[in-house]
């Protein structure tokens, strides 16, 4: 795809997203995400068959996105517990893009259930997720700071939904000036599982 396509393909994603965030995913609509992108409804079908794709790609992209940014943040990074920290930080970005994210996130998980293809997404995501967990785990014990007694494979799934756990319930708090409360307990709950 040549570059200016790509570049169109992004934008409506960027809009559904904020579409997304603002409406919830059963109110938006194509005529939407078009008026979100600044483009009429033709180039939002010249770009994507229907809704079904438009989400699909969407869902797609952001957990790509993610997935890349909290790459760089451990790649950055020498020992296990700074590539923790990093990629701690990298999850826990800011309230506001937090709660963007999550209000979006959780509409698509909760459609996942009926959805083949969002959960093949999300489960490449996890699937992502787990093996950043799994290099940190493998350095972490090398090094001898995390216990030689984990399986790294479930002490990976553990160290996502310790994430995944305490930023939902930040969510549901609604209270942004406990952000980096939550994100230093995180961090903290998820060393003393590792250390055990």
């Known amino acids: 795809m040549k570059k200016r396509a790509l570049e169109r393909r992004e934008q409506i994603l960027r809009a559904a997203f904020h579409a997304v965030a603002d409406k919830g995913f059963e109110a938006v609509t194509l005529q ?6 600044g483009v009429s409804k033709g180039v939002t079908n010249y770009y994507f068959q229907n809704k079904e794709d438009v989400f699909s790609s969407l869902l797609e992209w952001v957990t790509k996105q993610i997935y890349k940014n909290e790459c760089e943040a451990i790649n950055d990074q020498h020992t296990a517990m700074k590539k923790l920290e990093a990629y701690i930080h990298s999850v826990f970005i800011s309230p506001e893009k937090n709660r963007t ?4 996130y959780l509409d698509f998980i909760a459609q996942a259930s009926r959805n083949e293809r969002y959960q093949q997404i999300n489960l490449q995501f996890y ?3 787990w093996g950043l967990g799994r290099e940190i785990i493998a350095v972490g014990q090398e090094e001898g700071v995390f216990s030689k007694e984990l399986d790294i494979k479930k002490s990976a799934k553990m160290i996502r939904a310790t994430i995944d756990g305490c930023l939902i319930q930040w969510l549901m708090c609604n209270q942004d000036d406990l952000h980096e409360l939550y994100k230093k307990s995180c961090f903290q709950t998820i060393v003393r599982f590792l250390r055990r």
């Open 127 to 129: 699937e992502n997720c």
């Open 101 to 104: 994210f999550y209000k979006v």
């Open 32 to 37: 939407d995400i078009a008026d979100y992108a």
